[in-house]
Structures are given as structure tokens and as C-alpha cells.
Antibody, heavy 122, light 110 residues
């Protein structure tokens, strides 16, 4: 069964850091682009960051997190990570890991995890 | 990276059809056929309904269909059922290499 399982969410103070993990199973992880998408309480979906497996790998970020968040992946562990630094209250959200249908992030996201919740508050 | 524009809410009776619009620009919806639609029920993860403007993944009902004209994409749901009541999001690739989502549309089946 194709599956994504996020972990690492929690309560963190403003300015703090957190690392999210997303463990994949049931498919050839290295062949697919992966993204993180977040959803603030009661709000819509916001794409956060993507890691394409094309051409040795490339990363991209939403302007709202550029310079603060870093996406990475370990194909040997079938895991994608999101390192979040300098966290703000506006980063409070459920964070979903998602698989793109192919090697680049212009393809739709066809597999989603159940999400992990990040709360930034003092 | 501006969001795509969707109506905040729509409603229709069971058995009827409804169309949800998604308006972008000539930098995203207008030039790429990488438009997708997602359904999200409360407290659930999003589910892919339509990819590449009009293609349905295996297992998605043929009551869901997608199209595009110029800078506007559309999702049509025919034969509305109570289980279709959910939030719907469009998404598109953008020329600045970003992935954009619409603000979401809440569908109420009356």
C-alpha cells in the first residue's frame, strides 16, 4: 500500500525550530518529487516547499518560508524532511507531506499523508 | 505567488450539477495544463480528483470532470450526492516555479 506518514510536529516557541519527517512506503520513493503543504486552522491549503528528483534534485520554496525552511530527502530511508527555523505564529498549521505524480513538482499531488500539527506559541 | 481565485462557497441540491471556477493568470492557469483539483472533507487529508486539467485518477468517480478556458479552470460535479459536501481546491503550476492553490470552495449539498 502506498503510504506517507508524517511526524515531528508539536508546540514550539516563536523563533524556535522544528524538523518534520515524512516516511514513505509502497512505492519507489526516489522516482517522485515530494512537497510539503500546510493548512492553518480554518484556512485553505498553502504549498510550502518541493523537492524534485529531476537532474540530481532541486528544491523550491514559497516566499513565505524562503530563507527559514529547508526541505531535504534521504532516498536510502525513503524519507523527506522539512527543517523549520525562526518559526512564527503564522506558521501554525497542519503540515501535509505529498507525493507528486512524477519526478517534477508541476505534476499533481496524488498521495497525501494524514498531516502533523505545528503550533507556534509562547 | 498570489493564490488562484475560487468562489468561497457554492450550494446545490442532490442530483443536480455544479461548476466551481478557478481563475489564475497568464503565468499559471493560462499557460500550463498542470491544473489539478482536490477534495477535502473535514479533518481529512486532501484527495486528488483531477490532474492535468481534465484527467481523473483511477478510482475517482466520472461524476467529476475538469476543463480550462484561458486563465480559468473549472471543476464540474454532476449528479450531486450528500458525500460530495466538502471543500474543493484548485492548484496550478506557475511560471516562477511555484505551486499555487486556490483559496478553496465550500460545497454544500442542500
Amino acid at each position: 500500500e502506498v503510504q506517507l506518514l508524517e511526524s515531528g510536529g508539536g508546540l514550539v516557541q516563536p523563533g524556535g525550530s522544528l524538523r518534520l519527517s515524512c516516511a514513505a512506503s509502497g512505492f519507489t520513493f526516489s522516482s517522485y518529487a515530494m512537497s510539503w503543504v500546510r493548512q492553518a486552522p480554518g484556512k485553505g491549503l498553502e504549498w510550502v516547499s518541493g523537492f524534485s528528483d529531476s537532474g540530481g534534485g532541486s528544491t523550491i520554496y514559497a516566499n513565505s518560508v524562503k530563507g527559514r525552511f529547508t526541505i531535504s530527502r534521504d532516498n536510502s530511508k525513503n524519507t523527506v524532511y522539512l527543517q523549520m527555523n525562526s518559526l512564527r505564529a503564522a506558521d501554525t498549521a497542519a503540515y501535509y507531506c505529498a507525493r507528486h505524480r512524477n519526478y517534477y513538482y508541476y505534476y499533481a499531488m496524488d498521495v497525501w499523508g494524514q498531516g502533523t500539527t505545528v503550533t507556534v506559541s509562547s | 505567488q498570489s493564490a488562484l481565485t475560487q468562489p468561497a462557497s457554492v450550494s446545490e441540491s442532490p442530483g443536480q450539477s455544479i461548476t466551481i471556477s478557478c481563475t489564475g493568470t497568464s503565468s499559471d492557469v493560462g499557460i500550463y495544463n498542470y491544473v489539478s483539483w482536490y477534495q477535502q472533507h473535514p479533518d481529512k487529508a486532501p484527495k486528488l480528483l483531477i490532474y492535468d486539467v481534465s484527467n481523473r485518477p483511477s478510482g475517482v468517480s466520472n461524476r467529476f470532470s475538469g476543463s480550462k478556458s484561458g486563465n480559468t479552470a473549472s471543476l464540474t460535479i454532476s449528479g450531486l450526492q450528500a458525500e460530495d459536501e466538502a471543500d474543493y481546491y484548485c492548484s496550478s503550476y506557475s511560471s516562477n516555479s511555484a505551486v499555487l492553490f486556490g483559496g478553496g470552495t465550500k460545497l454544500t449539498v442542500l
